[in-house]
């Protein structure tokens, strides 16, 4: 009756063990650099009485969101949503440090730190649905290392340089999810191996799905939280919820009315890979517009496209990815933070200058082009450091997408 | 070890064509009216700070508590998870049109607009959980938009005409519950067919009942924000929230006492449907009279006698509706939000007498007419449109409680 | 396909019954306590706009957190949610009473009472988690009734006796975790049996464990808002929050270094249990010492240590309090709550005398002796009428760990 773990091929021996070493160093790295340089606790600010409230829907979008949404796969469940717990954590713990080092050393902690931890994990944990169940979680935990340095580079950037100063994304599209989403297909790219492909146990089964459509619609319910927690205005803030909210109402629709197009059979049935997922593109191409007055038409229109589009590119950039340049994608964030990511910064530059205002268009551009760079750059790099950590015997030899490599339990035998 | 999918029996062909062109014709709809009608974004009124996270648990409510509830059936995990996301989205962007109209044409969108959106949504819901398993997602989706137009209908008379001016229904124990009950139950009655009786499939299994837990207590735990959102005084809120959460303890407990009382071994037992339901039905009852100051000894009371007659609703009049009525009534909202939506407008003329105050009876008891009256002729109306838009041989052929109707999987084969 | 609930052993029909007359006489006594006697609504006070929503948070954390991190036995889900879910709510009814009781006879219900009825259920899940799946519900409900009187006893002098006023728990390390773990500990030994030894059922499965997930995320996520609720000061509050969301991040990273150190095959794989467990600790032992200003290397230093010891606690202490003082703890509540707790007010000690305030260690001390004393000698009493309540016949023969005693369902047969 109870459905047990699978076999454990003892290949991961190694990378587990190392893991243990990496994070206990993490841990005192994390306490002397915390303890002994100058952190302090912020003053009460504008953000203080209601950004609690949206710092915890986006918590509840990473850890819950993100996890769940994993769980897909039918015998990687534990490390869906316990890799995505710990790389969160991680990544929480190493932005502290990294964002100290931006500050030259002097860093007040407050709720918009917290939301920026936040925000630096989901760019990591975007990267990980590239490479899940392939890679072992020493090296996930070391690209969120990486990831961390390259995304912080790239956000710091973006705020401080004069070239780039009044570029708008409020909401991500280019600095979080086109970053998460291109780093980890570069990663993807360099860690391949035809053992990627027709793998046994890459499928979903019908109980994973629903854990999976948990995650799905906490990230759908919550995403005007993440979209809006960076303005401090109130009347901006209603602005950016509203055209989330009504961009992901037609995300969902349209991958409803899309979906089916691609049933093998003809029959037009909904294919629940694309539901979980597409039904999203609508927050994630309304990042960069949503605080421009596009009106509820406007963000339909947004919604309707993101979502369409990210249906059809399950459909069929996909194998063309797999194919033509060899980046196997596990989750297809290509499809759902890539493409949608790309296409966001693209909406702002359009509603900008449709609606006038004072966004220039090169500047979105310009940002674009550098996260694209950074991103693939960084994320090659950090590939190769993921392969020099792991022996290709570990590589070569332990199973993918399962559990058991990395997960004991008594009643395994 | 994996649970797959079940066949597919092709009936459903065509309801999955023809709902693509309809949802992709609404789509059109949505992007042409919202776009060149006169829509603009609320100021930031009283209820912009603390509105927001009001919402965000409403919107819980509505797809992961109804979206969760209504995944017991052991087959029917997707499409009841699934429809529900679709069926809430298609209701957002409707109701912005239908609230368009009845605005005659131009719209303040503000928190409030995207509130008033979920409580659509959720009359919607109600009816689908009448539905659950025996129609198609078209028939749905016609549903929901014949369903806004009577919701908003009785609404919009309710709140604007004379005759009805100082009726309370802060939580929308007329208003939502009784009206979405009472719609689903009139439209199941046109849609009742024989094969609904005794369907194979028609039943739930261990995990599937879990899943339904994760609905059942968000819905149970955000009750007291459905309650209290319309709401603008701070004090009331309070005293809203109060007898909201006092009220389901009670239910909760009444449930599980008299629960028992059901088991046919004479073991006293606990019936899952009844604690899945009936723990809720405190919330549904207290609606009307939520903002008045009953005590917490008055909520008790009413959340006790609302569990109660739930728990005996489940195990007494749930079989009469089906046989002598011919209502089948999958998820028992009958006994969920008819009888407790009832009760509430009771509740709130009795509490409105004994404590004095400017509650005029008999305008509560002519909403509640005016509410069971639409409800009913307009399910009625619309059960004949759901049998006119699917063939009789889908009808006729097509599995019952079976998500493989609608859903392809790669690993179905 | 569909797996189906375990057989009926008819030995728990007595408890089953009698359980129906203990709920149905708590209804009786709360309506008549809670209408006659001098309750009233607060004013809309400090606590009124935001303190809603972070009770929001702590109530997930009690009916969704506590309900599904208990869902890992295979046998025992509906029975964890379930009776997490009748628990909390006599817990909040029953609170009501006790509180008015402590109160002479007059009670104001505000935001601050619900969030100490949330807390009062909080202890009583804790105690709950001692002793999941040996006892009955009856057993459970009457431990509720019992233990919050002594709870009530221990916060109410802690708070009030002028020994120990300026004492420090904003986050309950001592007054809800260690209070709930002992008292549940202290009765478990009192209704030890070998037959809680091996017992078959005793164990998770691969879903199961992904069930509890749920519940640990939400507990680690909305930890901030436990601990900073009670706190009115926007500043501290924020710093509370800071410190907590840090130490739980610290917590995390820690367990899963730690976790492998426990393979019995020597390839330091993670164990599920520490991982569902010890990733808290951060949260309990940040109870008392979170509105100091530690740092975040001090957090830091706070959550290592608890996850440390926690996930060796799970290693060595677990198999300890079983053979050597025949505690059966089936959550391993001692692990989780019981010694984070108590490092919980030794952290304050500690921070409090390096950082000067006026926090005085020793008045830490005695409210940490005096929570311990009550803990256990309630619990003692406790479990004696536990005992008492449910006859020898029942207690051995009736099956541990298994729905299949307290529930029925249709498809069972």
Redesign the interface.
């Known amino acids: ?5 699978g076999k ?1 091929s ?1 290949y ?2 190694t990378s ?2 190392r ?2 070493y990496l ?2 160093g ?2 005192v790295i ?2 002397a ?5 100058d ?6 600010d504008d953000y ?3 950004a ?3 710092f ?2 986006v ?2 979008m990473i ?2 969101g993100f ?2 949404l994993m ?1 897909f796969l ?1 015998h990687y ?2 490390s869906a ?2 890799f995505n ?2 790389l969160g ?2 990544a ?2 190493w932005y ?1 440090i990294v964002d100290l080092i931006f500050h030259k050393g002097s860093l007040s ?3 918009a ?2 939301f920026n931890c936040e925000f630096a994990a989901g760019a990591c944990l975007i990267s990980f649905g590239a490479l899940l169940g392939k890679v072992s979680h020493l090296q996930l935990v070391v690209m969120a290392l990486f990831e961390i340095i390259f995304y912080k580079l790239n956000e710091h950037t973006a705020l401080h340089w004069e070239q780039t100063a009044g570029f708008r994304d409020v909401g991500g599209s280019m600095i979080i999810h086109a970053f998460g989403a291109y780093f980890g297909l570069a990663a993807s790219k360099v860690l391949y191996s035809d053992r990627h492909l027709n793998a046994a146990k890459e ?9 999976a ?2 995650g799905t ?2 990230l ?3 995403w ?2 993440f979209n809006s927690i960076p303005e401090t205005d ?2 901006t ?3 950016i ?2 055209n989330t ?2 961009a ?3 995300a ?3 991958a ?3 979906t ?2 691609g ?10 890979v694309h ?1 979980q997922n597409a ?1 999203l593109a609508g927050g994630v191409a309304m990042g960069s517009s949503a605080d421009m ?1 596009i ?4 963000a ?2 947004i919604g ?1 496209i993101a979502g369409a589009v990210s249906t059809l590119g399950y459909q069929m950039i996909h194998e063309i990815l797999l194919e033509k340049l060899k980046i196997h994608d596990t989750c297809g964030v290509h499809n759902l933070h890539g493409i949608p990511g790309i296409l966001g910064s693209v909406f702002s530059m359009v509603f900008g200058m449709v609606l006038g205002g004072d966004l220039i268009w090169w500047k979105q551009a310009l940002v674009l082009w550098m996260t694209l760079s950074i991103a693939i750059v960084g994320g090659t790099i950090t590939g190769w450091v993921m392969k020099a950590v792991v022996s290709a015997e570990e590589a070569d030899k332990k199973e993918l997408f399962e ?1 058991a ?7 395994e035998e």
């Open positions: 009756m109870s459905e047990q773990i454990y003892d991961s021996a587990n063990k893991l243990q994070l206990l993490l841990q994390a306490i650099v915390l303890t002994f340089c952190t302090s606790y912020g003053e009460a203080t009485e209601w609690y409230g949206h915890q829907d918590h509840v850890f819950i996890g769940f769980t039918k469940n534990w949503v316990g717990f710990l954590a991680v929480i713990e502290y902690v407050s709720y730190t917290m499928g979903a089964d019908y109980k994973t799905d629903l854990f459509m948990i619609i906490f759908w319910m919550y005007p939280s109130a009347y803030r209603q602005i919820a509203i909210y009504t992901l109402a037609a969902c629709v349209t409803f009315a899309v089916g197009f049933d093998k059979h003809g029959s037009a049935r909904f294919d629940m539901i039904t007055k009106g509820i038409g406007g339909v229109i309707s559990d490599e990395h997960w004991e339990k008594e009643h």
